[in-house]
């Protein structure tokens, strides 16, 4: 990252690591409580968000989280005995499984996203779109993913903001 100023030095680092850990920090305060409420762990909270945004094979849960799929297993075993979850088999193909949101873990994610939703946009008030948009496209540098593996399921497919 280089600009007229110069290059980015190892204090400008840390305060980026500090400005992302303290964006998950509020996350989770704003999250944590709705999950207490329901007896889960705020990887499975995510795991809903996620299979809710289309990533319903347990195997592609297991790679975008880096984690074992037989720990995707078990979060999946104990969020489907919340019914917050539920396994089908393909239409396509019998041998794989699919994972839906059940209608309470549907309501789930909405009191989540609620409490989301409310504090960001807040924030998201004092902030320009342009600057909004700028601060994701130089996140998804930063990160090395051009674009999310997670769909958002509040976009149309043609809307590419």
């Known amino acids: ?39 889960i762990s705020e990887r499975a909270l995510g795991i809903i968000f996620l299979v809710h945004a289309g990533l319903d094979r347990p195997s592609s849960l297991s790679e975008y989280l880096n984690v074992l799929p037989s720990t995707i297993t078990a979060d999946i ?18 041998r794989v499984t699919r994972i839906q949101v059940t209608p309470r873990g549907a309501r789930v994610q909405k009191e989540s996203l609620r409490q989301l939703h409310e504090f960001f946009r807040a924030k998201a008030a004092s902030v320009a779109l342009e600057e909004l948009q700028a601060c994701i496209a130089a996140l998804r540098r930063l990160s090395g993913v051009p674009e999310s593996p997670v769909p958002n399921p509040l976009r149309k497919a043609d809307d590419t903001r």
């Open 1 to 39: 990252m280089t600009d007229a100023l110069g290059p980015a030095d190892d204090a400008d680092i840390v305060d980026f690591l500090g400005a992302v850990m303290d964006v998950e920090r509020m996350i989770a305060t704003l999250t944590m409580p709705v999950a207490n409420k329901y007896g």
């Open 77 to 94: 075993d104990k969020l489907a005995a919340a019914d917050l979850l539920r396994r089908t088999a393909s239409n396509a193909d019998k």
